[in-house]
């Protein structure tokens, strides 16, 4: 009964005073309309923000071995100052890199280890470009798309095939058309590949990733092997990075 009293007191004091009721209404849909708002726009604008960070590649790591005070000494913010550095020993394992691939954050994972050597194109030399042994993570970590032909794929890392996929920059160095390169063989490490891929030019041709590279050699400047297939030609497992 005093429910019932309450409520009819409720609705007579309602009715009795409605302009102050009709303000204090407004005032709560107002309050809830513009918090409503607030969270839109705030959302809206974290969206917007991490789609313009993450197309800076900050979204990228790169795992090095040693430490960083290399970097304040002339070196790329890679920690490399040129291909041949990048050849060098390494401490990193492929324990390391299983550590970092069961992290829940880890979308995308892949070891680059680099191939001494120039690779050619029987007397057609790619002096500009370096040769990496990678995962086929590497592409969706970097965007890059396939201009002709294919990317290897996780069964071709599997079974060591000998398959490379090039950079535009690189395939303009070995062919006199890039676009012709699919199906041709080239050397590497003394060993024979076949080009399945060719990736597509980045905007810039000026464009260096240093993440993956030196100062002077770019993402767009590099030869992409299977790991498992590096590693069988090189007998070694000589990982001089990982990126995540």
Known sequence: MIIFESIREAFRSIFTNKVRSFLTVLGIIIGIASVSTL??????????????????GVNIIAVMPGDIEGLTNGESSSGLSGASQAIGTSTLSTKDGDDIKNIDTVSYFSPISAVGGITRNNDRLAKQSLTVGTYPDIFNIFDNKIKSGRLFTEQDDRQKAHVVVLSWKAAQELFIDPESAVGETITVFDNEFTVIGVLEAKESENQSNSATSSSSVGFDSMIFIPAESVWEITESKNIIRFIV
Do not use: D
């Not at 839109?40 to 923000?49: D, V």
């Open 39 to 56: 969270v839109g726009i705030g959302e809206g604008f974290k969206g917007a923000f991490t789609s313009e960070i993450n197309g800076l």
